[in-house]
């Protein structure tokens, strides 16, 4: 059975404040709740003024109280960014205060530029290096602590957050796979690797306190509307973000345009169109019919949803379509058993 689940990134839309887009967030958690959707993520991006999860585990923890039921989490923390230490004890928090409801996955990039990234005083060429260290720091971090041992996560140790590897690469395959964690795949802007990492991730795996078996969770975009045209149109806010990032114009969450062929050049239509092949936009239909290969294709354990809507109300009205596009993917609530 294939479990849905929400890939959150608080996008800041024209004419709204980040308060607006956490509220919002915060909204489609609950919604995703009630529907039966297994977790609910954000992610670590900065100096970003389109995004406003910048303090993820803020976030985390905001979202994490104002509902009841449904798996918070990262997706993710960029670990360069921070020490593990720091990260443990974070997030050893969230877990004390929510028990059993927090997830914690794990990316090698710094979620920002170079200059940004400069400005967060952190080396992150040597950070990136370490990367594979780190996590293996982080996670005995949660491990319960030896009588002996120097540096403790409070809270943190012995509370055993469950870890997960992002990536969009064959490298964050092969660590998720010698270190036994579950993987989640960035095929919602980086599809092009994602066949060759989850068969190599399949084939390498190693089993872990944490796993025994392999689970992938490719992260992709779905819009539902009640027609594929509304759908397109709806859909047209993402393309634009996307054309935004190739022409160096990262900005605020754009309304949907009805005509996207006059806002991009052909070049720009290829490129954002291979960056966003594992968009699912139409009807329930048309969506449903479309994520049935897409599962029988990738043998996805989860799928992790991002609905990149401009409107909050058909952005919800679209999760619920999905909700109930599920039983017919074979697709299980969120009373299914944890990868954890």
Wanted: proline residues 6%.
């Amino acid at each position: 059975m294939t479990t849905l689940s929400v890939l959150d990134l608080a996008f800041v839309a024209e004419g709204s404040t980040p308060a607006d887009a956490l509220h919002a967030s915060l909204d489609a958690a609950r919604h995703a709740e009630r529907l039966g959707y297994r977790r609910f993520w954000v992610a670590e991006h900065h100096n970003m003024v389109g995004v406003a999860s910048a303090a993820t585990s803020v976030v985390v923890g905001y979202l994490a109280g104002g509902t009841e039921r449904i798996r918070v989490g990262a997706g993710g923390i960029m670990l360069p960014n921070h020490s593990p230490l720091q990260v443990a004890e974070q997030f050893g928090t969230l877990e004390s205060l929510y028990p059993g409801r927090i997830d914690l996955g794990l990316g090698r990039a710094p979620g920002t530029d170079q200059t940004t990234a400069r400005a967060m005083r952190r080396d992150l060429v040597a950070a990136a290096e370490r990367f594979p260290e780190d996590v293996v720091e982080l996670r005995g971090l949660f491990e319960a602590a030896r009588t002996d041992q120097a540096i403790r996560a409070v809270p943190g140790a012995g509370l055993h957050v469950p870890l997960w590897m992002l990536g969009s690469s064959l490298f964050g395959a092969q660590l998720a796979a010698r270190l036994g964690l579950p993987y989640a795949f960035a095929s919602h802007f980086a599809p092009a690797a994602l066949d060759q990492a989850l068969a190599v991730y399949r084939e390498r795996f190693v089993p872990s306190t944490q796993l025994a078996s392999p689970y992938a969770v490719p992260c992709i975009n779905v819009i539902v509307a009640e027609t594929d045209e509304e759908a397109r149109q709806l859909h047209t806010t993402l393309q634009q973000m996307f054309v935004g990032m190739i022409r160096g114009r990262r900005g605020l969450m754009p309304p949907p345009i009805d005509d996207i062929e006059t806002f991009w050049s052909p070049m720009e239509k290829r490129q954002v169109s291979a960056m966003l092949s594992c968009a699912f936009v139409g009807s329930p239909g048309t969506v449903r019919r479309a994520l049935e290969a897409f599962v029988a294709r990738t043998g996805a354990d989860e799928l992790m949803v991002g609905t990149p809507v401009f409107d909050l109300a058909a952005r919800l009205r679209s999760m619920e379509w999905l909700a109930e596009i599920g039983p017919t993917l074979g697709v299980a609530r969120a009373n299914a058993a944890d990868c954890a």
